[in-house]
């Protein structure tokens, strides 16, 4: 076996809990303001998320749902956010995060999934979710500063002064759904040690401190900015100002105001930031670090963003089953164009994917990954875990790679059939389903287009049933109420049939081959 161990060394992943790593950043300076809400200015200080998160979780332990209850976050990003995530962490319980955008469907697949027992959402959010827990097990819906609902503050008890009991290494503590190529979303099983020992791995050559800022726009639900921001940044004593979406404008704006220091961003990002007139208009001298994930990054952007912005422009690899990082690229060791080297206590190898045997160094494989930081497996979809994971640990990213003689690694394509929509993940075969459950469709096929905003679309194939007129706008309005609106296509083709292999297999590289 031709392996690739870190040349960063190992650490040690201490035995406690996500919330108690974290409290090692809060506690000790209580009075220092810890996270901001962007877009109002409203501020918790480290004191005030240390308060809430224990008496949160001592007001859920008296209703009863903790510990051992799961509970669902639907929310943009917000103060309130890492408070809920903890509370239910530091309870002994099970946070599952739901995209906002959902609609009620997807809603309740993850809600019956996942087994949750309380939804905890925003006023914006609220008629959406009370249609989506319609037929599952959630008892309440808890409001963020909701005023004729129970809202986050009739919640709150008596503190929970120390961590509920738990096994570190078995305790699901989230479950963030991650898209696969066999329909709908799965529930990644992430312990508290998976989650410790990637701030862990990531903090040792992130070079991340007090002195810094962040905007935070990246979706706390998703794994990404859950670990980089909300845990890893407060982790490591540094302040976070929070945006609900992305907006270009007030994006930079609170560059400017907040003296932001590190930018964490997806490539879209990355393209206006490097040719958006808009920027020339902010004072941005205060970054000193760009970094971008979710999905590769060409060189020249990569490049180009740096320079506009003068400041070092870097690159890492991830994905939701590894909680997420794998790869990172260190301050001063710069290649553009790689993920970086893998960060402390994780091994890699490239696999030919067809024979299962490492290829040699500096030829393409499928990139496989071992460390603290990979999922416990799939919930409820062993067969799914079984063909991700490995007997011996290791899991296959199902991205193709190369690995220099430095230890960089460079994602160049994916096995996988995932489009990657703006960083977010879209599995042709929902979208699939979704068009195929209409009357007037016979078949369909999505597959990606690139794209230069959002880095790939979903653009659809589809086959009408006999004698059936259906035209793209009925298409449009029939996934308008089953999709999230990233998961669209941006473009219907109609056709005589899909193109198949013997075994029934879509062709998507026939398909893509018309762009």
């Known amino acids: 076996m031709t392996g690739y161990v870190s040349r960063h060394g190992t650490i040690e992943v201490a035995p406690v809990s996500i919330t108690e790593k974290l409290f090692e950043g809060l506690l000790g300076r209580e009075a220092e303001v810890a996270i901001v809400d962007g877009p109002t200015g409203r501020a918790l200080t480290a004191g005030d998320v240390v308060d809430g998160i224990r008496r949160l979780a001592g007001g859920l332990t008296e209703r009863g749902i903790l510990p051992g209850g799961t509970v669902a976050i639907l929310a943009p990003n917000m103060p309130e956010y890492p408070v809920v995530f903890h509370a239910v962490a530091w309870g002994g319980g099970t946070v599952t995060t739901i995209n906002p955008t959902y609609t009620a469907p997807e809603i309740r697949h993850q809600l019956e999934d996942a087994g949750a027992v309380l939804l905890v959402t925003v006023p914006a959010f609220a008629e959406v979710a009370q249609a989506a827990i319609e037929g599952t097990a959630v ?44 329909g709908r979303p799965k529930g990644v099983m992430l312990t508290h040690r998976n989650l410790v020992a990637n701030v ?43 945006m609900p979406r992305f907006d270009l404008e007030l994006f930079l704006r609170l560059i400017e105001a907040h003296r932001a220091t590190r ?98 160094p500096g030829v393409e494989g499928e990139l496989w990954v071992r460390g603290p930081q990979v999922m416990l497996g799939y919930l409820n979809n062993p067969q799914a875990t079984e063909e991700s994971l490995t007997p011996d640990g290791w899991l296959r990213t199902g991205d193709l790679a190369v690995i220099d003689d430095e230890g960089f690694m460079y994602i160049r394509d994916r096995l996988k059939e995932l489009i990657k929509v703006k960083g977010f993940q879209v599995a042709p075969a929902e979208v699939e389903a979704a068009l195929c459950a209409h009357d007037g469709v016979a078949d369909a096929a999505v597959v990606g287009r690139p794209d230069d905003e959002a880095g790939e679309v979903p653009v659809a194939f589809v086959v009408r049933a ?37 075994s029934g297999k879509i062709l998507r590289r026939e398909l893509r081959a018309v762009f």
């Open 200 to 242: 862990t791995q990531s903090g040792a050559v992130a070079g991340i401190g007090a002195r810094d800022v962040a905007i935070a726009f990246l979706p706390f639900f998703h794994i990404y900015g859950m670990t980089v921001l909300m845990n890893l940044f407060l982790q490591r004593r540094a302040k976070l100002v929070t």
């Open 466 to 502: 006999a004698g059936a007129e259906i035209d793209e706008a009925a298409l449009r309005a029939h996934v308008e109420g089953c999709l999230a609106h990233y998961k669209h296509p941006v473009e219907y083709r109609f056709v005589e049939s899909v193109p198949k292999s013997a």
């Open 263 to 360: 930018l964490y961003i997806v490539p879209p990002v990355a393209l206006a930031l490097a040719k958006h007139p808009l920027v020339d208009q902010f004072d941005v001298s205060s970054v000193e670090e760009i970094f971008s994930g979710a999905a590769p990054l060409g060189p020249e952007i990569e490049k180009a963003v740096g320079e506009r912005f003068g400041a070092r422009s870097v690159q890492g690899y991830g994905m939701t089953e590894m909680a997420p990082i794998s790869h990172m690229t260190v301050a001063g060791n710069v290649r553009h164009g790689s993920s970086g080297q893998a960060v402390p206590s994780t091994e890699c190898r490239i696999v030919d994917p067809l024979s299962l045997k490492d290829v040699d």
């Open 139 to 182: 008892r309440e819906i808890v409001v963020i500063g909701g005023e004729r609902c129970l809202s986050l503050e009739d919640v709150m008890g008596q503190p929970l002064m120390a961590q509920a009991p738990v096994d570190l290494e078995s305790h699901v503590v989230v479950l963030p759904y991650s898209s696969g190529t066999t």
